[in-house]
């Protein structure tokens, strides 16, 4: 990049502005197509949601009966429904991804072509995520859940 280093000694890489554009361009798309996951994702959950009270509804009817297979469908039912939590955490990685990829875009912006005159924009610095890894569950049992 073309700017000073930050500290006397420190290395620099020397990047065409061109090619910083480029990959600006690139971590923007990935931003994009991020926010279009998580619309997908949130739609499926809600899509799964709705059937799976369709379905427990439906055996949960008096007329249903109480026989034991009737018992495991429900408890398979709740579980189902205890797995979609994964839904909570795809949205928090993707927000935290996004934050990272958002950082990154405008500090090499901010690196390879220097900041405008007269603009106040956030310093990337500041629109990192704190916390290198908001979700730190990687698996889901019925009755068990972490907060962050």
């Given at each position: 990049?073309?700017?000073?280093?930050?500290?006397?000694?420190?290395?620099?890489?020397?990047?065409?502005?061109?090619?910083?554009?480029?990959?600006?361009?690139?971590?923007?798309?990935v931003?994009?197509?991020?926010?279009?996951?998580?619309g997908?994702?949130?739609?499926?959950?809600?899509?799964?949601?709705?059937?799976?009270?369709?379905?427990?509804?439906?055996?949960?009817?008096?007329?249903?009966?109480?026989?034991?297979?009737?018992?495991?469908?429900?408890?398979?039912?709740?579980n189902?429904?205890?797995?979609?939590?994964?839904?909570?955490?795809?949205?928090?990685?993707?927000?935290?991804?996004?934050?990272?990829?958002?950082?990154?875009?405008?500090?090499?912006?901010?690196?390879?072509?220097?900041?405008?005159?007269?603009?106040?924009?956030?310093?990337?610095?500041?629109?990192?995520?704190?916390?290198?890894?908001?979700?730190?569950?990687?698996?889901?049992?019925?009755?068990?859940?972490?907060?962050?």
């Open positions: 990049m073309e700017s000073e280093p930050n500290h006397p000694g420190d290395p620099v890489v020397r990047l065409p502005v061109m090619v910083a554009a480029e990959v600006q361009d690139s971590l923007l798309v931003m994009h197509d991020l926010h279009r996951l998580e997908l994702i949130s739609h499926a959950t809600d899509n799964l949601m709705e059937r799976f009270g369709v379905a427990n509804q439906n055996l949960t009817d008096a007329t249903a009966g109480d026989s034991p297979e009737l018992q495991a469908a429900r408890e398979a039912l709740r189902a429904v205890t797995e979609l939590q994964f839904q909570d955490m795809a949205s928090q990685l993707i927000w935290h991804t996004t934050k990272v990829l958002q950082a990154c875009a405008f500090r090499l912006a901010a690196e390879s072509m220097g900041a405008e005159e007269g603009e106040e924009s956030a310093s990337f610095v500041e629109m990192a995520p704190d916390r290198p890894n908001p979700v730190t569950q990687s698996e889901m049992d019925a009755g068990s859940i972490e907060l962050f």
